[in-house]
């Protein structure tokens, strides 16, 4: 009989394939192997413009002074990607680079498009160094943006107050958010605490939901990015520091099963009792982390 022909192995997607790429980054000091060996990469954390969830995706980069520039060629696709859309709705972002030493350096920045002759001299200068930029140009109608990356100073007392008051803040409409969301649920309970026999949800419970997990997915993505900055600047947060970044995982978890709850509700489980849950669970944690960093971040204590 005749062999049967070999099938063509079947590529990853691309979302398969940079999940993979950012994999290896993270295990081999920001090294990857495949078609990427050696070149000067990158990962981006930026928050999604419409999910407000984290995204991650690699970048070539390359140095230019004290900041890192980025290109959002997209392969010479005809349109953006979608992380620059990101940084264009919400500048900041988290920022992972090979440290030298066989580890990956993770920091927070700000991002800012550069424009006109700038823009161009600096694409221009990409273009010598690797020349399949110029042939993703050649490949677009559209001007493939640079955009420049600017870690921030750790050192700088007034960047220290705008952290603490950006805590200050966020905390407060978060706890908001969890008391309105807890108010909407219970109203669909009766008032023994039974829930309502195939209750819906209702559309404005569910966004409502989904916008506060993505509100602390947020959060939480930025505070590690900023936590390697602060442990620098003051050594003695380091024990508190190591506590929250592990309560961070226990809310990420929580959080994914309140997602799965909202995503197929159960007209048997108890909402209100596991918006309770996590409410008292992030109410510690955020009283914690006030605790701990509002002192040395706003310069008392020290």
């Known amino acids: ?13 691309p979302a398969e394939f940079n999940r993979q790429l950012m994999a290896d980054f993270r295990a081999n000091g920001g090294q990857v192997g495949g078609m990427f060996a050696g070149a000067p990469l990158v990962l981006l954390t930026t928050t999604g413009a419409r999910s407000g ?19 959002a060629s997209n392969g010479g696709g005809d349109k953006n990607p979608d992380w620059y ?21 993770r920091f927070p920045a700000t991002a800012e498009p550069l424009a006109g002759e700038e823009r161009d001299r600096q694409y221009a200068a990409q273009c010598e160094r690797d020349p399949a930029f110029a042939a993703y140009q050649q490949g ?7 955009i420049a990356l600017h870690r921030l100073n750790a050192a700088d007392p007034a960047r220290h107050r705008a952290i603490a008051d950006h805590l200050v803040r966020v905390h407060a409409e978060l706890r908001d958010e969890l008391a309105d969301l807890r108010k909407q649920a219970a ?28 509100a602390l997915h947020e959060h939480h993505t930025n505070e ?16 508190g520091i190591a506590r ?7 809310v990420a978890r929580t959080l994914a099963e309140l997602e799965a709850l909202i995503a197929d509700p159960d007209p048997a489980a108890d909402l209100v009792g ?29």
């Open 1 to 13: 009989m005749p062999e049967e022909p070999e099938q063509p192995a079947q590529l990853p997607s």
């Open 53 to 71: 969830h984290p995204r991650s995706n690699p970048a070539v980069y390359a140095r230019d002074g004290d900041r890192l520039l980025v290109f």
């Open 85 to 105: 859309h990101n940084l264009l709705a919400d500048p900041r972002l988290t920022v992972e680079i090979a440290d030298g030493t066989g580890g990956v350096d």
């Open 140 to 146: 677009t109608d559209r001007t493939i943006p640079v």
């Open 187 to 214: 109203a669909r309970q009766t008032a023994s605490g039974t829930p309502r026999p195939a209750p819906p949800l209702g559309e404005q419970l569910t966004r409502h939901c989904l916008t506060l997990c993505g």
């Open 224 to 239: 590690d990015g900023a936590f390697t900055e602060l442990e620098r600047q003051f050594p003695e947060l380091a024990p």
């Open 244 to 250: 929250l970044r592990e309560e961070h995982k226990t």
């Open 274 to 302: 596991e918006l309770d849950r996590l409410t008292s669970g992030l109410e510690e944690h955020f009283a914690y982390e006030e605790e701990q960093l509002l002192p040395a971040l706003y310069g008392r204590g020290r």
